[in-house]
Structure formats: C-alpha cells, structure tokens
C-alpha cells in the first residue's frame, strides 16, 4: 500500500509552558516517521515553537497545506499543552482541504502537574473539537482521550486512522468497472448510477459485445495472449483445464485486462454468464480470481455495488478481497452460515486453490465441455470482516461488521467457506428488512471499525455496524 501522509498541526496555548509544544513536535515527528507516515509541518521557523497558536500561524500553515494538497492524506492535530483551539481550526479550513482529521492530546504526569509543567490537553481537546464542529470540519479521535504518542495504544490509533484515510481518499474518487448489461435475471444488483456520481465514483461500461469481438481478433501467437497463459497457469494448478479452454480464459484475460487498463478502474464486475458461456465457452471466475488477488478486486454478475465494498475492504486492510453469497445455513447452529460461489474468490483466500470448472452449469449441461474457468477451494479459518454497500433512494448504505471464517466440515463444491458471525439471525433479519443484496464482500481482516468511521463520518453514508 502507499505510504500515508498526514499534515501535521501542533498546538500551542500562550498561557502554557511552550516548551511542552516544542519537545512534543520532535516526538510527535519521530513516531509518524517510525510508523512510516510521511509528513507535512510547518517549518519550526515559521511558528514560536514549531507549533500554531494564532491566525498569522495558522494561515502560513494553510498555506503549506493547501500546496500539498495532493499528497496529504489526512491530518494530525496534536496537544502537547491545551493548544489554540482557534488556530486549528482555521488552518484547516483555510488551507481547503476536505481530508480525515485526527485530534490526539498528551496525557499529564501526576508527578508533574505544578505550574511549570502542567499540559491541561485533557481539556484543551474539548475546545479544539468544539471549535471543529463550529466549523463543520469532520474529526475523529483516539482510542484513549489522552494517549502517549510513544505508546502502543497510539500506534494502532495511526495504524486505523491510516486506514480511514486511505478509505475515503480512494471512495472518493473511485472508477468502477461494468462489462455487459446487468445478468439479466438479477434485478438485485440494479443501482443509481448518477448517485455514485454525486458521490465522486464513476462508473465506465462496456457491452459484452465489445469484449468478445476483441477477443476474436486475438491470435494464439500474440505475445499478450502467451503472456495471459504462463500467468493462468502460474496463478495456481491447472492440470483440469484442457489447452483450448486455457486459451479462450486467456484471450478473455487480456481483453479484460487491456480494457481496465485503458480506462484505469480501480474495481469493476463482468457479466460472467450466459453468453460468455454460449459465444465463448468458458467462465471468466479465474480471470477475476487472479484480477482480485493483484489488488483489482472484481465482482461477478455486474454487481457494481459488490466491486465497491470489495474496494473499500481492500482500502482498509491492505489485502484482496472476495465476494460470496449468503447461501446455507450451516446445520442448526444460529450463528454460523455457509458462504458460496462458483467461484472467483482470489486465491490468497483459500486453502489448496486449483482453476476448475463450474459444477452447476456442467451438471445442467451434462458435461463440462463449456463450463471451465473457475477459481475453487476452501476459504481459510481465521478473522473476517464483511462489508455490504447499496442504495436506497437519495443516499448510500452499508452494512459492515466482523466474524471468523472457521474450519468447520463442510462436504460440498465450488469456492465456500463457512462463516460465524455473533447474533446472525439479527444481522439476516436487517439485511432482509432493508433490502441489502444477497451478495458481501468480504476479508481476511478485522477493519470493520476504518470502514465504519470512514463511511459514516466522512462519506455521510447510512452504516449499520453489526454487534458495534
């Protein structure tokens, strides 16, 4: 993942010791840089103390800010003493820039707490938060309301706010995919396509049509189409898909991959079926298995809303993510289910992953002649979280939370796994009172709170966090 960069604004409050503000800086500097963040700060020169405590200050800093804008990704307000509310507030509103906010106070010593050393940032935190709600300027706080910037309480503060940051950066500006017209006999996966607009997402399509022409103009000598069959066949074991589906999965990948390229998509889904079938005579799930597993997460069955929340889960951890179904009951136990799909899960999800074909279609057929492509195996135990976004009319949704993706018995085929997930039946019963889609995205993470933070507070959207 890139590196995050946060501006940095240090307070300072005149009635206070300034030497608190001035050691705090160097501190505060050496955490973020061995954390890995970059930074942005006024020069120390710049500002008695290093820190801003007056509109003068406050200004020279927004100016700073406001010619990085491109770099920075969030902000850190630090309080080694009580601070200028003021000047916190107007350094970011006048800089103009519209990033996450992050407001840390150092804790007091009860040894220290004489005149001379006193930093009171307990209390200066409520004023510089009251003067951001004032000004309408969106924030998040620490774990801890007082926290030491050397502790690792903060260090996972940074860690989550990182996270935050690179969530709604990137929803922001999101460019999502759609290759073919919406599987027609899924009206569930419709959506408002001028409301992900509205909320900076573009979305870019193609018909169906266009793909396969491409690739019926590709040759098997084509240096990209030889490239796309080392790959395929280098992904994960392939010694079930015959040389001439290996081909066509081939060619599909290149055009699909050209396509993406050309209109630099961040996510994006595929009509994965019929026609692919009928015209070309394979399933594109290891195309979009190996597409997912490079960081392009890629939904089946143009579910747009499901490329998004894999996006936004991979923002957040870092990792690929995957999409499922909610599909079986998992025997009579409440809290676990079974997850389902053809599959094109990306194989760092799964346990002994092989490229096969598509049991269902090769069952209806009675051969598997037009049915390889698929991604199978067995999701792997461990933490999960779940991500769900949608719309409802004049705004976006999502419906978040976290389990475990445990290795209990399961006798069945495809790309599965089974989920455990603290009062489900509550959770299945919202999802089905709010219209939410049977299908989820979903990680081999725990960030349920960086998407519940970055969806809600910053993007506006309505979030139901499960179990928060």
């Not at 954390?35 to 100016?63: F, H, M, S, W």
């Not at 015959?242 to 699909?256: D, H």
């Not at 998509?265 to 799930?285: H, K, M, N, T």
Request: proline share 4%; glycine share 10%; with cysteine.
């Amino acid at each position: 993942m890139k590196k995050a960069c946060l501006g940095v604004i240090i307070g300072n409050r005149g009635l206070f010791p300034g030497y608190l503000s001035e050691q705090g800086r160097k501190e505060i500097l050496g955490v973020l840089k061995k954390q890995g963040i970059d930074t942005v700060i006024i020069p120390e020169n710049q500002a008695k103390y290093g820190a801003i405590e007056n509109l003068k200050e406050a200004r020279r800093c927004a100016d700073l800010f406001g010619r990085n804008r491109g770099k920075i990704d969030g902000i850190l307000i630090a309080l080694p003493n009580f601070g200028d509310e003021r000047a916190a507030a107007e350094a970011i509103r006048l800089s103009g820039l519209n990033v996450p906010v992050l407001v840390q106070a150092y804790p007091d010593e009860l040894s220290k707490m004489d005149v001379k050393h006193r930093r009171d940032s307990l209390c200066g935190k409520f004023s510089v938060c009251n003067n951001l709600n004032q000004y309408g300027i969106p924030f998040s706080l620490t774990k801890l309301h007082t926290v030491d910037p050397s502790s690792k309480d903060f260090g996972a503060d940074l860690d989550w706010f990182a996270g935050v940051c690179r969530v709604v950066k990137g929803m922001r500006s999101a460019r999502v995919g759609a290759i073919g017209a919406r599987t027609t006999p899924f009206k569930t996966v419709r959506f408002d396509e001028k409301l992900l607009e509205g909320n900076g997402i573009s979305v870019e399509t193609i018909d169906l049509l266009d793909i396969i022409v491409r690739i019926g103009k590709m040759k098997e000598t084509d240096k990209g189409v030889q490239a796309e069959i080392r790959a395929m066949r280098g992904y994960c074991p392939s010694s079930q898909i015959p040389k001439e589906a290996m081909l066509k999965i081939a060619k599909l990948s290149a055009a699909v991959k050209k396509w993406i390229a050309e209109n630099e998509l961040d996510a994006c889904s595929i009509r994965c079926w019929p026609e692919l079938q009928d015209y070309l005579g394979v399933f594109p799930c290891s195309v979009m298995s190996a597409l997912t597993n490079s960081l392009l997460p890629t939904a089946c069955e143009v579910d747009v809303m499901g490329a998004l929340a894999m996006y936004a889960l991979q923002l957040a951890s870092g990792i690929p993510s995957g999409i499922f179904d909610w599909n079986n009951n998992y025997g009579d136990d409440p809290d676990k289910l079974v997850l389902f799909h053809c599959s094109n899960a990306p194989k760092s999800m799964l346990a002994d992953p092989c490229l096969s074909y598509n049991a269902i279609h090769a069952n209806v057929r009675g051969d598997t002649e037009c049915s390889f492509g698929t991604c199978v195996g067995r999701v792997k135990p461990g933490p999960m979280t779940y991500a769900r976004i949608s719309d409802t009319p004049g705004c976006l949704s999502a419906c978040i939370g976290e389990g475990e993706f445990t290795d209990d018995k399961l006798d069945t085929f495809g790309g599965v796994g089974v989920a455990k997930i603290k009062n489900m039946q509550e959770l299945l019963r919202f999802l089905c009172n709010n219209g939410f889609e049977h299908h989820v995205a979903m990680s081999k993470s725990q960030v349920a709170g960086v998407l519940d933070e970055a969806l809600y507070n910053y993007m506006g959207w309505e979030v139901y966090y499960h179990n928060k």
